[in-house]
């Protein structure tokens, strides 16, 4: 008990000692007022052995008894007591005894002892320590009393329990109970007891401040399932029902929902106590292991992000013993860079040196041997070879560690798979030195080219041209820092042009085939032809325009010849047709002679109706409406003629070809009969309408006709016939048509210069018909060709595209 803690409880002993003193006290009262002699001198014997007897039991009974005035002084003490203490009962007696206390504890002594003298015969018991002679603590338990003297002067009597076993017990549990506490709270680790059959359970300070609740807060199995995770909970309780039921142990993790939300995860472990009443309860401890379970699971992760960024940059690690000379720690990805499932992993040392290239190997050991002599880290590259025969290129770091004996214990390093890396580094190099040739030939192409190429900066000023070897067509000297538009002499011809390509160039858009006027380095007149397209860099801001330059004059003086050519041929064209009609006339005129004796005999047989008695006006009816057919025929022979004669630009209508046919043999039809010529006409019907001049076709088909009619002039022997046909070609994508003539036939001479100019067969013949009718049907993107007839004669075939091939 510790001081302040005064109880009133009875103690053998002391009552005992007490019981002696009253006998003590009873026979000094019985002096006082004693009988007979005789009687009282036995008595007083009887007394005397009595004392004697009391004094023995009080200096032999095992229990520390002192006797102290009210002022603290050791009146008396059994031997049994002094021992106790260490001391003779001469060396207590007389001294005060508050000396055997200890100092902190004196002022609750002199509190007992105050207690006691104000409660004569009433007996006080308390717990205190002592200290002994050799310092040794002594706790005792005192029990102690005030009684009166015969003279009536207070005396305390104590009698002392040695307790120092059972103190130093409690204080041995009270300091294991502290050590479990404090073990508990360091390891987060609580004990709990569990009734499952009634669901009250009793938990120790570590539980409580585990579920973070009140201590005061009573613990059931309810409070815990309400704590429990909702997707925990069916688990916990099967394991617990089942525990139970089979009175085992039990040993889980599961998880809390702790009111704000956060999570912990415990682990509970239990043992089944069966009590002699047949009831189960569990013991156990649980474990708050939420920061191991996290620490896991940040390993975990740190040890996936760590194996994927391995395996996504290829890069293995490893540990070397440098005196086993056997791997300490290898990297999933090691064991795949050298061809090998991660999972095995008692595969030896031996294995992956096997796969390093033998020359490699032996030199990765010179340089490792090398590595740890000088105590350096050190860098090798190196090849194996794997299972299906691929060669991978490896570079390998190793750093050494040193051991507390300052040798080198182990080797750490990396492997770094760099086939692709060098693979790729190689590709560059070849890539650049392509580059390079490329580049080399572009320059030869632009300095031997016709072409040259130019640059210009922001301000539209030219920066850079091409070089030229070639001075002939070398690029006008003198125009570097000059704007584009004041390079050429035409500027102020064509002014509009010019503004238009600077909008262009200020809209920062490409351009296409500009053609000017300029002057080459010896200052002729050229034209030029330029093309364009602006460049920017990275983020998008104009740099200037680069674009190449054509010398175009001979083309363009080829152009204009050709057109000059064109007209020349336009105008021999219109001449020939002019010729022709000049040799027509004859039929022209019977043409147009037929339809006005028609008109004239009409009218005058219209008159005669007339004058009849009575006039016959549906004859003269009759006779009017033939006046008009005839006058109409004539009217439209004499358009014809105009039409052919009329020099005018080639006219592209969809034309029906039969119809085109026809019309050209109604005006040779006269020379047709003259020369005794048959014609017979075979005309593909449902044609598809061919694109072209219908004069200019109508030309070139009576130049074919009267070409066969001249052919067959000398025919005597056989019938002057000439067919012409019209039919689809076998390719279906054009339209042919053919004047075959039965006359003199096509030499081989002949053949091969028919279609050049003036080039004739005829003795007044200028020689340019054929040639301009295969100018006019190239020009409707037709072909015009001349055959010679297995037999006699010679066939002349026109072929021209359908109409909805152009169009399509």
């Known amino acids: 008990m510790m001081p302040g803690q005064i109880t009133k409880i009875?103690?053998?002993?002391?009552?005992?000692?007490?019981?002696?003193?009253?006998?003590?006290?009873?026979?000094?009262?019985?002096?006082?007022?004693?009988?007979?002699?005789?009687?009282?001198?036995?008595?007083?014997?009887?007394?005397?052995?009595?004392?004697?007897?009391?004094?023995?039991v009080f200096e032999h009974n095992p229990v520390m008894y002192f006797m102290v005035d009210p002022a603290g002084t050791v009146l008396n003490v059994n031997t049994f007591g002094a021992a106790q203490l260490g001391y003779t009962t001469d060396e207590l007696i007389g001294q005060s005894v508050l000396n055997v206390f200890f100092e902190e504890d004196r002022e609750f002594v002199r509190q007992c002892v105050a207690l006691c003298l104000t409660t004569v015969d009433q007996s006080h018991t308390w717990e205190i320590r002592k200290f002994r002679k050799d310092g040794s603590v002594l706790?005792?338990?005192?029990?102690?009393?005030?009684?009166?003297?015969?003279?009536?002067?207070?005396?305390?009597?104590?009698?002392?329990?040695?307790?120092?076993?059972?103190?130093?017990?409690?204080?041995?549990?009270?300091?294991?109970?502290?050590?479990?506490?404090?073990?508990?709270?360091?390891?987060?680790?609580?004990?709990?007891?569990?009734?499952?059959?009634?669901?009250?359970?009793?938990?120790s300070?570590?539980?409580?401040?585990?579920?973070?609740?009140?201590?005061?807060?009573?613990?059931?199995?309810?409070?815990?399932f309400q704590r429990i995770h909702p997707e925990d909970r069916d688990t916990v309780r099967s394991t617990l029902e089942r525990a139970y039921r089979l009175a085992e142990d039990f040993?889980?993790?599961?998880?809390?929902?702790?009111?704000?939300?956060?999570?912990?995860?415990?682990?509970?472990?239990?043992?089944?106590?069966?009590?002699?009443?047949?009831?189960?309860?569990?013991?156990?401890?649980?474990?708050?292991?939420?920061?191991?379970?996290?620490?896991?699971?940040?390993?975990?992760?740190?040890?996936?992000?760590?194996?994927?960024?391995?395996?996504?940059?290829?890069?293995?690690?490893?540990?070397?013993?440098?005196?086993?000379?056997?791997?300490?720690?290898?990297?999933?990805?090691?064991?795949?860079l050298f061809g090998f499932e991660p999972d095995q992993t008692d595969i030896p040392a031996k294995a992956f040196q096997q796969r390093?290239?033998?020359?490699?190997?032996?030199?990765?050991?010179?340089?490792?041997?090398?590595?740890?002599?000088?105590?350096?880290?050190?860098?090798?590259?190196?090849r194996i070879a794997r299972p299906d025969g691929a060669i991978r290129r490896i570079h390998s770091e190793g750093h050494p560690v040193m051991g507390s004996d300052g040798e080198v214990m182990e080797i750490i390093g990396t492997h770094v798979d760099v086939t692709e890396q060098i693979a790729a580094k190689d590709a560059l190099h070849k890539a650049f030195d392509e580059l390079k040739a490329s580049e080399q030939r572009f320059r030869d192409y632009a300095e031997t080219a016709s072409d040259w190429f130019w640059e210009t900066g922001p301000d539209h000023r030219i920066t850079r041209i091409s070089e030229h070897a070639?001075?002939?067509?070398?690029?006008?000297?003198?125009?570097?820092?000059?704007?584009?538009?004041?390079?050429?002499?035409?500027?102020?011809?064509?002014?509009?042009?010019?503004?238009?390509?600077?909008?262009?160039?200020?809209?920062?858009?490409?351009?296409?085939?500009l053609i000017y006027r300029s002057k080459d380095r010896n200052g002729s007149p050229i034209y030029v032809r330029t093309s364009g397209k602006p460049f920017h860099d990275a983020n998008g801001n104009f740099l200037g325009y680069r674009g190449v330059s054509s010398d175009i004059t001979a083309a363009i003086r080829v152009e204009q010849a050709e057109e000059a050519l064109r007209k020349a041929q336009g105008e021999l064209a219109h001449v020939t047709r002019v010729t022709t009609l000049g040799e027509l006339t004859t039929s022209i005129a019977h043409e147009i002679t037929q339809p006005l004796a028609a008109v004239i005999s009409n009218a005058d047989a219209c008159i005669a109706w007339l004058d009849r008695e009575p006039a016959d006006l549906k004859a003269a009816r009759r006779s009017a409406e033939w006046i008009v057919e005839d006058a109409n025929r004539a009217s439209e022979v004499i358009r014809r003629i105009r039409a052919l004669a009329k020099k005018t630009e080639i006219e592209v209508v969809a034309l029906d070809i039969n119809q085109v046919v026809r019309e050209a043999v109604a005006l040779v039809r006269r020379e047709l009969a003259t020369h005794g010529v048959s014609v017979r006409m075979e005309l593909a019907s449902d044609l598809p309408q061919v694109c072209g001049d219908r004069i200019q076709l109508q030309q070139v088909l009576i130049n074919l006709v009267m070409n066969g009619i001249e052919a067959m002039q000398a025919n005597v022997d056989r019938p002057r016939e000439l067919a012409i046909r019209s039919c689809r070609a076998d390719d279906d994508d054009c339209l042919l048509l053919t004047v075959t003539d039965r006359g003199v036939g096509l030499g081989k001479d002949v053949k091969e210069r028919i279609f050049s100019p003036f080039f004739t067969t005829k003795s007044g013949g200028l020689g340019m018909g054929l040639s301009i009718c295969r100018s006019i049907i190239e020009a409707h993107a037709g072909r015009l060709s001349a055959f010679q007839n297995e037999g006699r004669g010679a066939t002349f075939q026109i072929a021209l595209p359908l109409l909805h091939k152009d169009t399509s």
């Open 139 to 203: 706790w005792v338990r005192e029990n102690a009393k005030v009684m009166l003297r015969g003279d009536g002067t207070p005396i305390l009597l104590v009698a002392c329990e040695n307790i120092t076993q059972r103190k130093e017990a409690e204080d041995a549990l009270r300091q294991s109970e502290a050590y479990l506490a404090q073990a508990q709270e360091l390891s987060h680790t609580g004990s709990f007891g569990l009734n499952f059959a009634t669901g009250e359970a009793v938990w």
């Open 356 to 382: 390093i290239l033998p020359e490699d190997f032996r030199r990765i050991i010179e340089v490792e041997r090398e590595a740890v002599r000088q105590k350096q880290p050190f860098q090798v590259d190196f």
């Open 251 to 336: 040993d889980h993790q599961y998880r809390l929902l702790m009111p704000d939300g956060s999570v912990k995860y415990l682990h509970s472990v239990a043992r089944a106590v069966r009590h002699p009443s047949g009831r189960i309860e569990f013991v156990g401890a649980v474990t708050d292991v939420t920061m191991a379970k996290e620490a896991e699971q940040r390993l975990r992760r740190s040890e996936a992000y760590l194996t994927e960024a391995q395996r996504l940059s290829q890069t293995s690690s490893w540990a070397w013993d440098v005196h086993r000379q056997e791997f300490a720690y290898r990297s999933a990805e090691l064991y795949r």
């Open 205 to 224: 300070r570590e539980t409580f401040r585990i579920f973070q609740c009140d201590p005061a807060t009573k613990p059931s199995l309810g409070f815990v």
């Open 470 to 513: 070639d001075s002939s067509s070398a690029p006008p000297t003198g125009v570097i820092g000059l704007p584009r538009w004041d390079i050429p002499p035409d500027a102020e011809l064509e002014p509009e042009k010019w503004e238009q390509h600077r909008a262009a160039l200020d809209a920062h858009v490409p351009f296409r085939d």
């Open 10 to 56: 009875g103690s053998s002993a002391a009552q005992f000692l007490l019981g002696g003193l009253a006998a003590l006290r009873s026979f000094g009262n019985g002096e006082k007022d004693g009988p007979a002699v005789v009687d009282a001198s036995r008595q007083n014997t009887d007394l005397r052995d009595a004392v004697k007897q009391w004094r023995e």
